[in-house]
């Protein structure tokens, strides 16, 4: 699927899971009101997902957060706006380049912070459970860097 369709699977995700916000509306959300669901597609499956703030499939902010489990791997890839990327707990490892070298991962523990900048390769995985919260500008892409790390493609075969 095309990045259209990428970030429309998001956007379903937007009207199933989040609180009905849009830009300009105040949100509070507690930790146990907010709620998950099955990542979209074009993510390895076993991670969940909650849309906080906006519809990431929008132009506009949004903020979401990954509940990604251990073991958890998202291939070299780039967005096409940047994002910024908080761990709420558990440690996120990132690393930049074209191809997943985890000893030259930065390990991101709960509370630590990341900029990326749009359409830089990176990649991602975790060791143990991790949940990270996202913010940036919509509409929120994720292209793989080899088409051939796309579960969207993998879950066709």
Not at 114 to 133: D, E, N, R, S
Not at 138 to 145: A, H, S
């Amino acid at each position: 699927m095309g990045v259209l369709s990428r970030s429309i699977s998001i956007s379903v995700l937007a009207t199933l899971f989040a609180a009905p916000a849009m830009a300009g509306d105040e949100v509070f959300i507690n930790k146990g009101d907010i709620k998950w669901g099955a990542a979209p597609p074009s993510l390895a499956k076993g991670a969940k997902l909650a849309v906080l703030y906006g519809d990431p499939g929008k132009s506009g902010p949004f903020t979401l957060r990954l509940m990604a489990p251990a073991g958890y791997k998202i291939a070299p890839h780039l967005h096409s706006q940047a994002e910024h990327l908080t761990v709420v707990s558990g440690t996120f490892y990132l690393g930049t380049g074209d191809k997943m070298d985890k000893s030259h991962a930065h390990a991101l523990s709960s509370g630590g912070y990341h900029y990326l900048p749009a359409k830089a390769h990176h990649y991602a995985f975790t060791k143990a459970a991790t949940i990270v919260q996202v913010s940036g500008e919509g509409p929120f892409d994720i292209v793989y860097l080899n088409p051939a790390d796309n579960p969207e493609k993998a879950a066709k075969k």
